[in-house]
C-alpha cells in the first residue's frame, strides 16, 4: 500500500509544486483566507471528496472514507501568510504587496491537497477515515484550531499528525520530539502614564522613559532570578514608544512584549511577577502604569506513543531521510489545542536552502523538494496507524 501512496505522490509532484507557487502568490492574512479556503474547498469539490467549509471560520475540513474499517486518523495543515512584504527575486514572488507566506504554509497546505488526493485515489485499498484539517490562521491568536475544535473538526478522530517544514533544518531531516516541543507564547502591553513636561525642568515631572526603562530592565530579571535556572522561559520586550521632541520629558509610554514558557506552572509565575513589577513601578515612579497580559497558545506537547511510532516511520518507511529528536523550540504554534484533544503529535520536515532565510523573514523561502518529504511522512503515519 505505501509503495503505490508513495508512486502517486512522486507522480504529483510537479503539481504538488504548481500549488505551492499559487499559494505563495496569493497570500492573505489569518482570519482573511477567503479566496484561499475556497481554493481549498474547490479542489476537494472536483475530486468528489466529502468536504466541509466555514469550519470555525475560514476552516476547511475534507473526509475520505476507506473500503474496510479502521481508525480515525487526522492531518492538519494550515494556509494563512503573514503582514510581511517579500523581497525574494523569484518567478512565484507573492503579488500582495506587504502580505507573504514567510512560515511555509502555502507549502503545508499544497502538500496536504496533494496527499488528500492521492488517499481518495487509493480509498478502496485503504482501512479507516482520514480526516484532512486545513486550518485558518494559525499566526494570529487565538487562532484557527480553538475553533475548529469547536466546530467539531475532531469528533471521532483516534489521533492527529502534523509537521511544519523548517527553513533552518537540513532537506532530507525530519525532527521529532517527545513532551513538549513549542512554547506557550503570550504577549503583552503596558501603558505608563507619567506627566510630560519641558526638559528643561525634569523636576516637575513623571518621566515615563525613565520609568518605562527601569521597567525594561527590571523585567529581564524575572527569568534569572524568578524563574528556577532547570526550567526555561523567555520574556522579551519588543517594542517601547515614547515619541517626542528632544526637549520633552515624555507625558507617556508604551511598551510591548511576549513571554515564552513550556510548563504551566512557569506560564503562571511569569504572568504573576510580571505583574508584580508592574505594581512596584507604579508606586516608585507614583504614576499609572495598565498591563494587558493576554494569553496566546499553550504549548504543543507531543504524546509519547504517536512521537514513537513517527519515528519508527521515518525510519523504516522513508529510506534516505534521517530521523533525529530536535531540542523544544521557544515558537508557537495552536497545533497545541488539537494535542489537548486527541494523541498525536507535531514534526518538523527541513526544507533548507543552500542561502536559508529564517521563518517570518522577507526573503524566507524552502526547498520545494520538502514537499514530496512531508507528504510522504504524513502518508505514512496516516495509512500506518491503522496497522
Given amino acids: 500500500m505505501k509503495e503505490k501512496l508513495f508512486a502517486k505522490l512522486e507522480a504529483a509532484n510537479e ?9 505563495h502568490m496569493h497570500p492573505e492574512l489569518s482570519f482573511k483566507e477567503e479566496k484561499t479556503a475556497k481554493f481549498i474547498q474547490d479542489f476537494y469539490e472536483e475530486l468528489g471528496v466529502e468536504v466541509k467549509g466555514h469550519v470555525g471560520g475560514n476552516g476547511v475540513v475534507a473526509r475520505i472514507k476507506g473500503a474496510r474499517p479502521g481508525k480515525t486518523v487526522a492531518l492538519r495543515a494550515d494556509f494563512d501568510a503573514l503582514p510581511i512584504d517579500d523581497q525574494k527575486d523569484v518567478e512565484y514572488k507573492s503579488t500582495v504587496p506587504g502580505v507573504m507566506h ?8 499544497a ?29 494570529y491568536a487565538p487562532g484557527g484550531a480553538v475553533s475548529m475544535v469547536a466546530d467539531g473538526c475532531l469528533d471521532g478522530v483516534d489521533a492527529i499528525f ?10 532530507g531531516t525530519i525532527e521529532y520530539r517527545t513532551g513538549p516541543v513549542m512554547a506557550a507564547a503570550d504577549r503583552f502591553e503596558i501603558k505608563v502614564q507619567g506627566r510630560g513636561g519641558h526638559g528643561a525642568n525634569p ?16 523585567l529581564q530579571q524575572l527569568v ?3 524563574v528556577d535556572p532547570i526550567e526555561s522561559a523567555v520574556l522579551s520586550v519588543g517594542s517601547f514608544v515614547a515619541e517626542n521632541a528632544f526637549n520633552v520629558i515624555a507625558d507617556s509610554a508604551y511598551l510591548a512584549g511576549t513571554v515564552r514558557t513550556f510548563k504551566p506552572e512557569i506560564r503562571d509565575l511569569m504572568e504573576r511577577e510580571i505583574a508584580r513589577v508592574v505594581e512596584g513601578a507604579a508606586i516608585a515612579g507614583d504614576c499609572e502604569i495598565e498591563l494587558d497580559y493576554v494569553r496566546g497558545y499553550p504549548a504543543v506537547v507531543n504524546h509519547e506513543a504517536e512521537t514513537a511510532f513517527m519515528k519508527r516511520v521515518i525510519k523504516e518507511e522513508l529510506p534516505g531521510v534521517e530521523a533525529r529528536e530536535t531540542a523544544p523550540h521557544m515558537g508557537g504554534e495552536d497545533f497545541a489545542y488539537y494535542l489537548e484533544k486527541v494523541p498525536g503529535t507535531f514534526f518538523f520536515t527541513g526544507a533548507m536552502l543552500e542561502e536559508p532565510y529564517p521563518h517570518h523573514h522577507p526573503r524566507f523561502d524552502i526547498d520545494e523538494r520538502a514537499l514530496l518529504v512531508a507528504a510522504k511522512a504524513l502518508g505514512a503515519a496516516a495509512t500506518g496507524y491503522q496497522e
Avoid at 514567510?102 to 497546505?109: I, L, M, Q, S
Avoid at 481518495?120 to 484539517?133: K, M, N, Q, T
Fill in 162 to 171: 502534523g509537521t511544519h517544514l523548517w527553513s533552518l533544518t537540513p532537506l
Fill in 15 to 23: 503539481d504538488m509544486i504548481k500549488i505551492r507557487r499559487h499559494l
Fill in 102 to 109: 514567510a512560515c511555509g504554509h502555502d507549502g503545508h497546505t
Fill in 111 to 139: 502538500t496536504l491537497l496533494t496527499l488528500g488526493k492521492a488517499l481518495h485515489e487509493l480509498r478502496d485499498e485503504l482501512a479507516g477515515e482520514y480526516v484532512l484539517i486545513h486550518q485558518h490562521a494559525e499566526e
Fill in 203 to 218: 523636576h516637575q515631572t513623571k518621566d515615563a522613559v525613565v520609568i518605562g526603562a527601569q521597567l525594561v530592565t527590571n
Fill in 224 to 226: 534569572s532570578r524568578r
